[in-house]
């Protein structure tokens, strides 16, 4: 899975996309473990934030991601695609940004990419970036996307898919049971 990131600016990845604890780069794939810091080596970045805590965050590269993204049914695919163009608001506003050559990466966490809303502060919710290296890509990411939206997401996969997506996340990710059941009521939403 590669995203097109041709004319889009690069910056140095804030620390708000950093680890929590130790605010370094993530330097491996919570899959497969190959190292990110090379040059052009792409990943992805996800983290829920609730309460204002991170309570989890991993980064995951490229190839694994499009292992992932096998595992989705077309049927799911299809309703994600639909319902992503009906509110798309919000990721125009992105693309807006980077059109413009804007440089300042908050502006893209300023309110929900799916809903539009802007976030109270103790709101649950996803970030996630694209990243290249130690560098972070502004296009239609990072985007920041509220609870609630993920919940509506969730509603749109298949009973396969889901299956698919808690086997992954059981097989990959090594999370204590009420992270896991946290993270299982959200798909991935990259698109
Ligand atoms: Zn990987």
Partial sequence: ???????????????EF??????EHF???????????DDDKEYFIEKIVKDNQVELEYAICTDCMEKVDIKLSDESKENIKNF?????TNMISNLILMDAGETDYK?????????????????????AA??????????????????????????LLSAQTKEELDNFKKQNLDLPP??????????FVFV
């Fill in 1 to 15: 899975m590669k995203l097109n990131i041709e004319g889009a600016i690069q910056i140095e990845i804030p620390s």
């Fill in 18 to 23: 950093k680890t929590y604890v130790s605010e």
């Fill in 27 to 37: 330097a491996n794939c919570i899959q497969c473990g190959c190292h990110l810091l």
């Fill in 84 to 88: 992503m163009e009906s509110r798309s």
């Fill in 107 to 127: 502006k893209w966490l300023e309110s929900c990419i799916v809903t539009g809303e802007p976030f109270a502060n103790d709101d649950e919710y996803q970030i």
């Fill in 130 to 155: 694209h990243c290249v290296g130690k560098k972070m890509v502004l296009s239609i990411m990072p985007y920041k996307i509220s609870f609630k939206a993920m919940e509506q997401m969730q509603d």
């Fill in 178 to 187: 009420e992270l896991f059941q946290m993270l299982t009521k959200k798909p």
